[in-house]
């Protein structure tokens, strides 16, 4: 077997003071973080489409990527080499999981029966070398947004054949994600949405949409799929205004539909963004609904305004999403996956592995600073002290449901306001104290 990446070895954690750019200066895979080594708290996948698959193309510009695998002499045989490749890659970076879209990882045939036989052969390849490393897929896709059949959407699609399609390419993606032992399956609404509103029938598109998640959750039960369903929200792009929007329209469109029992959602920091909300909201939202699954970690280049899909390495970011993570107990089955790609001009072999590094040291760093955060307890005794008129009186009389607006009035005429400060400066500099002070 050749080896794709001849100039890296095992990267190692050779501490903060190192400057070898191959070594994690923060993640130390076994290093204890409260009850938990930093393995078992950050859970970091690989992503297929971006490390293995991306060319550096954009709409201005060629291909830049120089990628060592990409002199196959066919779609099947380029597949395979990825395949080598990306193990190599994984294990040298020491990641446990990966995650990929079906169409990441083999070329589509003529007919879908071809289409799936390639599948079949590369799923193949790919559980040997899982057997063989024991890396674990965090979750498996489908890819229903990249072909031509899928210009007006897959599950929203206003053609009957389409949707039949899409659903046969979820329920072979559902099968392989099984086969590998996937823990979860991610459903990200590619197209699904709407450029216009001149031309959607808006109600039966969503009504649809909730058509095929009930068709999916009836096949993991069928097939005995135990992985966790995730919803990936994403206010737009490729489309204008994408249907599961953000997480609380997720949620919203879940309970409406009577899915909530059934999925939990997959937060990409990027999204969120794009939203106009942060990284932080998203979490906050999709944890305290009891739904957050999982994380796709990386970065918005926020004077863009796109779905840069950067490396996670904003320390103020990464510290803010795993104090929540750890709020909510932890990720598993869920975890991070880098869906983030190296920049264009970021065009050598190497320089995917200094991405990965900086995006996991940005997030050991961050659950170091989180831990400590959370030990030291003051936003946690600040945020009691504040609501604090909602366990006592009156307010606990509204939490118990014991008062309506007649004597709400009541009380309100006799009593006088007080309101205290919001210490909002405060309680940021407290959390530059974590991030800052390196001895926490
Ligand atoms: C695109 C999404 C995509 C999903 C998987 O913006 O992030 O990569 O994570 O389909
Ligand atoms: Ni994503
Ligand atoms: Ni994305």
């Known amino acids: 077997m050749s080896e794709f990446f001849p ?21 130390d895979p076994d290093q204890k973080v409260g009850d938990k080594t930093m393995k078992e708290h950050l859970r970091f996948a690989v992503a297929y489409w971006h490390t293995f698959t991306g060319t550096g193309s954009d709409p201005f510009g060629a291909p830049t990527m120089q990628r060592p695998w990409d002199n196959a002499t066919s779609p099947m045989e380029l597949a395979k080499l990825r395949v ?12 446990e999981y990966f995650c990929f879209h079906d169409r990441d990882i083999a070329p589509e045939g003529e007919t879908l029966a071809e289409t799936n036989k390639n599948l079949d052969i590369i799923v193949d390849l790919i559980r040997q070398h899982m057997e063989r490393t024991g890396i674990k897929l965090l979750w498996g896709t489908a890819q229903l947004f990249m072909h031509p059949r899928y210009v007006h959407g897959a599950a929203t699609s206003p053609n009957a054949d389409v949707f039949a399609y899409a659903a046969a390419q ?23 949405g709407y450029e216009t509103l001149l031309n959607p029938d808006l109600k039966l598109e969503q009504d649809n949409l909730a058509r095929f998640l009930d068709m999916a959750v009836d096949y993991a039960e069928k097939i005995g799929f135990k992985g966790q369903l995730l919803i990936e929200p994403k206010p737009k792009e490729p489309t204008t205004h994408q249907y599961d929007s953000t997480a609380s329209a997720v949620i919203g469109f879940l309970h409406k539909y ?59 970011a990464t510290t803010l999403a795993m104090y929540e993570v750890l709020k909510n107990g932890g990720l598993q089955p869920g975890g991070l996956n880098f869906d983030a790609k190296v920049r264009r001009a970021s065009f050598e072999p190497e320089d995917l592995f200094e991405a990965h590094i900086a995006g996991m040291d940005a997030f050991a760093r961050g659950l170091k600073a989180a831990h400590a955060l959370l030990e030291g307890g003051e936003l946690e005794e600040f945020i009691a002290e504040r609501y604090r008129s909602y366990s006592e009186g009156i307010g606990l009389k509204i939490v118990n449901g014991e008062v309506g607006f007649e004597e709400l009035e009541a009380y309100a005429l006799e009593n006088t306001i007080v309101n205290k400060s919001g210490k909002q400066e405060r309680l940021e500099s407290i959390l530059n104290q974590y991030i800052l002070d390196w001895s926490r």
């Open 7 to 27: 100039n890296v070895s095992t990267i190692k954690y050779e501490g903060s003071d190192s400057k070898n750019p191959l070594a994690f200066k923060y993640y």
């Open 84 to 95: 080598e490749a990306a193990f190599e890659f994984m294990q040298k970076l020491g990641v």
């Open 170 to 192: 979820v329920k072979k993606a559902m099968e392989i994600t099984k086969e590998l032992g996937g823990e979860n399956y991610v459903f990200w609404g590619g197209r699904e």
């Open 258 to 316: 009577k899915l909530a029992d059934h999925f939990k959602l997959n937060i990409e920091a990027n999204h969120a963004t794009l939203a106009g909300l942060t990284f932080h909201h998203e979490l906050r939202v999709a944890r305290i609904n009891g739904m957050l699954g999982s994380i796709d970690a990386n970065r918005g280049e926020e004077l863009l305004g796109w779905d840069t899909d950067n490396f996670p390495t904003d320390v103020y």
